[in-house]
């Protein structure tokens, strides 16, 4: 069983366009330095807290009830992150967006390489990170996970194993396309514990943390507490149904939705 986070950036109080991508849509998921301290002090307060571990390859043993923090987008802040986890023994996974190395807000490729140097594992988010990623056409999707594997590899010097579904637009062709690219291990963004196989790649689901969540959900996620996890999983099947149903029509009223609360 494995327990996975998902977060994006950790920022100053406020300050949302220092890191990642920009817009209010994006900004939910960015949480201020305070309340990811906040979060790890839950965890690590756990009577019976997981193990901390790093999944870098299929062949990786995983333990009963392991616990894995994942960061997408491969904003600038993923240096503030990892500084976090590495004040309490901890590593974690930091997901990258190819296309947006060196642009302001992103990582360089001298940060990649420093996140790598101190012990994080460090993965594909695809080259452009695709809008509705599980409806490219088949050749665009092994393209976003080859070329993004093939860029950060030559930045690290280093096979890339590791990858998340940008936009929680997972399918099987998305993980099929990601296993002929090398890919071994691919996070999405469904809210379970379990994990399965496509092909020799394991997949494995996240919890989704916005800027919103409390520590004391967060603890409760991670000690398996069935109500936070019930709630996450009648969310994200929800949001589920209305991505499908509305196409790309539902991102156009998410984007209309915040633009209008600004």
């Known amino acids: 069983?494995?327990?996975?986070?998902?977060?994006?950036?950790?920022?100053?109080?406020?300050?949302?366009?220092?890191?990642?991508?920009?817009?209010r849509d994006a900004d939910i998921y960015k949480l201020d330095r305070?309340?990811?301290?906040?979060?790890?002090?839950?965890?690590?307060?756990?009577?019976?807290?997981?193990?901390?571990?790093?999944?870098?390859?299929?062949?990786?043993?995983?333990?009963?009830?392991?616990?894995?923090?994942?960061?997408?987008?491969g904003g600038a802040s993923a240096l503030v992150a990892a500084a976090l986890l590495e004040a309490r023994g901890w590593r974690g996974h930091f997901f990258i967006t190819t296309?947006?190395?060196?642009?302001?807000?992103?990582?360089?490729?001298?940060?990649?390489?420093?996140?790598?140097?101190?012990?994080?594992?460090?993965g594909s988010h695809s080259c452009s990170h695709p809008v509705r990623m599980s409806h490219c056409l088949p050749a665009q999707i092994e393209n976003e996970w080859r070329e993004s594997t093939r860029i950060l590899s030559s930045i690290l010097g280093t096979p890339i194993r590791v990858a998340s579904v940008p936009g929680g637009y997972y399918s099987k062709k998305v993980a099929e396309a990601a296993a002929i690219a090398g890919i071994e291990v691919l996070f999405n963004s469904e809210p379970t514990s379990r994990v399965m196989n496509v092909g020799k790649c394991i997949i494995a689901g996240r919890y989704s943390?916005?800027?919103?969540?409390?520590?004391?959900?967060?603890?409760?996620?991670?000690?398996?507490?069935?109500?936070?996890?019930?709630?996450q999983y009648l969310l994200w099947n929800s949001?589920?149904?209305?991505?499908?149903?509305?196409?790309?029509?539902?991102?156009?009223?998410?984007?209309?939705?915040?633009?209008?609360?600004?």
């Open 1 to 23: 069983m494995i327990i996975s986070l998902l977060y994006h950036d950790v920022v100053a109080p406020g300050d949302f366009a220092s890191s990642g991508f920009q817009g």
């Open 34 to 73: 305070m309340r990811f301290e906040q979060h790890l002090e839950a965890i690590n307060n756990l009577s019976t807290r997981p193990e901390v571990m790093l999944l870098d390859s299929a062949a990786i043993h995983i333990s009963s009830n392991a616990l894995v923090f994942t960061f997408d987008d």
């Open 99 to 122: 296309d947006y190395i060196g642009k302001p807000g992103f990582l360089s490729p001298d940060q990649i390489r420093e996140l790598h140097a101190r012990g994080h594992v460090v």
């Open 209 to 231: 943390i916005q800027q919103a969540t409390s520590a004391a959900t967060v603890g409760r996620l991670v000690s398996g507490e069935w109500p936070a996890r019930c709630q």
């Open 239 to 262: 949001k589920k149904v209305a991505k499908k149903l509305g196409g790309s029509y539902y991102l156009a009223l998410r984007k209309l939705i915040f633009r209008t609360a600004e």
